[in-house]
């Protein structure tokens, strides 16, 4: 590491860029600078290379912030590239910072040392070998903010680079003032603080920089993806070394990855925390203006991605139309149509991993042919409210559901998204009803009458299936399941004394059979089918922990308490019959008198309908 | 040969304006221009019944050259006008309601979008192909 001579300043002056200021640079300091110059930008380039500048920087292990206020100060922001004057002054500088002045002009007219790079000593190192292999564009100071986010990661850098030659002549078009709005965001990635919607971010920004063809993907939205936290560069190394496990998908910029649909449906709950529900028309204008993209982009955009042009975004929608936010700042032309990875339907089944994932247990589901089916009900009782029916389909929605509840194979997939929501609904009654689960049962009650005011239909029957169904039924089966419980352990209590070891493990029994109803609880099935297995698992589990206990039982207590147990199950599947079937004639019921209202309607309005002129 | 027009009230200037062919145009648009007011005309004699679903106009016909022009108004009182020639005697009545009722449900898709200022000329590209499409079936 050479040390200039402290004094005697040379004849070459750098005329700075900033308002022309001449710097004066002393022999050594302009030998070592215009050589630094040179290796990053070999001649007949008029700029530096923006990987190489990066590169340079971070090698000079300063702090991010220093690197970023650097680039600020030296005027490349403002040039938007990385010139000779802003160079040798970005190089003054961090010289000043590592000397500990202040990144300011006026610190750099003072004599410094030259400004230390790790690493410079293995110049033939093929890392400047790459940058060298130059694009023939101006290097655009977004892009090596870009690069300062990755602030620990140097291959990343590399990998950009031949992915921003296609991007940048596409990105060079923007203005400068956006450039500058991009790069107090993307300053923010470099700053060290916490948030969760930053780690988001992070990944976000990563993936994108990884598998689009991408440069300045510049944290958009203001203030709150603004802040990345140390944890973000460990995040974002542990972004890094998953890339290739999604590399599949990244010959196509119109599929969502993970970590993309994660950060989405953050932004979404920031936005609307019911993930079910939908986010209106004006909010999602403001939250996407924000982007700053032109509005007859804007409006593209949600045109392609309001599939039922309603005015509102339901959860894939409102992700369809991030990507394609996403997309057009990373240089991507908007398509024509949507994508078919984009369409709601594609993003609804392709949600449907990470859920089942989280909520279920996989035992159930694969015993159950309809095990498919039960995996996309829960789902779609989490999204279920997702999008304002069509009412129209209501009255199919009844008549489906019925036919659900009788047969179990029906292919999930056809239906389309209203039918499921409905007939999830209706399942999340009916199985509230026996496991009597509160919360859920107020839940589709009152989504039902959501529905049904934003329904065309004139109003009568959904509240009917909930009175007669979720309250008195529940109730009763909710006690009666009790009651049974109740039975059971009481049943295995007044065993005498000599039965006193297996108490414990009787207990177990009576715990293991919770445990089982609950999960398949949130699974909320609907088949009949799926009510009787759980059904019968508490009592297989009681039957088969029975065997382990006999020794310790007399036998006929045992068969005898088999015997109940089958019996309770029995009755309680009866009563589900009944329920449903119940069920079912009143929607049928309504069904009609839906109908009949329907042709009143559309008689008086071939009535009222005006006579032709002429 | 096919012109549609949307004029939005009160001002009645256009928000979007494709024909097929495209010249003479101008001379199209004259006769837009015209007939607006043989359309005010129509929708102030029925005050009663607000809701005017469609209505067909036809009229307009030059000596020289004959073609028809035919008008629609919204419950918001936008309106739409198409000119149509009229050798192309293949158009019946029903087709004509028909691309009215396209084109009204397309513009209330266009409505439907948030970042579509009421008033602001119609640049929707699925508007176009819609529109396009549309033209095509006739021509």
């Known amino acids: 590491m050479e040390q200039g001579p402290a004094g005697g300043s040379a004849a070459a002056a750098a005329a700075a860029g900033t308002g022309g200021l001449l710097l004066p640079l002393s022999e050594s300091e302009q030998q070592r600078y215009s050589e630094l110059f040179s290796r990053c930008c070999p001649p007949p380039e008029a700029a530096a290379g923006g990987s190489s500048v990066g590169e340079l920087f971070r090698a000079s292990q300063l702090p991010p912030d220093t690197l970023h206020q650097i680039t600020e100060v030296c005027g490349a922001k403002r040039v938007g590239y990385f010139g000779p004057a802003q160079f040798y002054i970005a190089l003054k500088l961090i010289a000043a910072a590592q000397s500990g002045f202040p990144v300011r002009i006026e610190s750099i007219k003072n004599e410094l040392p030259l400004p230390r790079f790790m690493a410079l000593k293995n110049d033939s190192e093929v890392r400047y070998g790459t940058p060298a292999e130059l694009h023939g564009v101006k290097f655009q100071v977004p892009h090596a903010t870009l690069e300062k986010n990755s602030y620990k990661r140097t291959d990343e850098g590399d990998k950009q680079e031949p992915k921003s030659p296609p991007m940048s002549p596409i990105c060079s078009p923007p203005a400068s003032p956006s450039t500058y709005q991009r790069i107090p965001l993307s300053y923010g990635y470099g700053k060290s603080r916490s948030g969760l919607e930053q780690q988001h971010a992070a990944p976000y920004e990563v993936r994108h920089s990884a598998h689009q063809q991408d440069g300045p993907s510049s944290g958009n939205y203001g203030p709150k993806p603004a802040l990345a936290s140390s944890t973000l560069n460990r995040s974002l190394s542990a972004e890094r070394e998953q890339p290739e496990s999604s590399a599949h998908y990244s010959d196509d910029p119109w599929r969502i990855t993970e970590e993309q649909r994660d950060y989405y449906i953050n932004q979404f709950r920031s936005l609307q925390p019911d993930l079910n529900s939908f986010i209106s028309g004006s909010v999602a204008k403001n939250f996407f203006t924000k982007s700053k993209l032109p509005i007859p982009e804007l409006s593209h955009i949600w045109e392609l991605s309001d599939v039922d042009c309603d005015g509102a975004l339901t959860l894939p929608e409102f992700c369809a139309a991030f990507h394609l936010v996403v997309a057009r700042k990373n240089g991507y032309q908007l398509p024509e149509t949507l994508p078919e990875t984009l369409q709601p339907e594609y993003l609804q089944a392709a949600s449907l991993k990470p859920m089942r994932d989280c909520a279920l247990f996989d035992s159930y589901s694969e015993s159950l042919p309809g095990g498919q089916q039960a995996r996309d009900f829960s789902r779609t009782e989490k999204a279920s409210a997702e999008e304002v029916p069509d009412n129209s389909a209501l009255l199919q929605d009844a008549k489906k559901e019925d036919k659900q509840a009788l047969k179990v194979s029906t292919p999930l997939k056809t239906i389309p998204k209203e039918f499921q929501h409905l007939t999830v609904k209706t399942a999340a009654q009916e199985s509230n009803a026996l496991r009597a689960r509160p919360r859920s049962r107020s839940y589709s009650s009152t989504s039902i009458e959501d529905a049904m005011k934003k329904g065309e239909e004139p109003p009568t029957p959904p509240p009917r299936p909930q009175k007669s169904h979720s309250r008195a039924s529940s109730l009763d089966l909710n006690k009666i399941f009790q009651q049974n419980a109740q039975a059971v352990r009481s049943g295995w209590l007044p065993p005498p004394p000599p039965a006193l070891p297996p108490r414990p493990s009787v207990s177990q029994e009576v715990v293991l059979a919770q445990p089982p109803s609950k999960p398949t609880r949130r699974k909320l099935r609907t088949e009949t089918q799926g009510l009787e297995t759980p059904e019968l698992s508490p009592t297989i589990n009681v039957t088969s922990s029975l065997p382990a206990v006999k020794p310790h039982l007399p036998v006929q207590k045992q068969s005898s308490k088999q015997k109940r147990a089958i019996q309770t199950a029995i009755r309680k599947n009866k009563e589900a019959n009944a329920v449903l079937a119940r069920l079912n004639s009143e929607l049928q019921q309504q069904l009609k008198e839906v109908h009949k209202e329907r042709i009143a309607l559309e008689t008086q309005l071939e009535q009222l309908r005006p006579v032709t002129v002429l | ?139």
């Open chain 2, 1 to 139: 040969v096919l012109l549609s027009i949307i004029c939005s009230p009160p001002q009645n200037y256009p928000l979007y304006i494709r024909s097929i062919p495209t010249e003479n145009e101008l001379k199209f648009h004259y006769t837009v221009h015209t007939s607006l007011d043989v359309v005010d005309e129509k929708i102030s004699a029925m005050g009663k019944a607000l809701v005017d679903q469609r209505e067909l106009y036809l009229g307009l016909l030059y000596p020289t050259e004959d073609y028809k022009v035919y008008g629609y108004v919204t419950n918001s009182k936008v309106k739409f006008v198409m000119v149509v020639d009229s050798s192309n005697t293949a158009l019946r009545d029903n087709e004509i309601r028909s691309m009215f009722r396209k084109l009204h449900n397309s513009y209330t898709d266009i409505m439907c979008n948030p970042f579509y200022n009421p008033g602001d000329r119609i640049h929707s590209r699925a508007f176009d192909n819609m529109v396009n499409s549309m033209m095509m079936q006739v021509c």
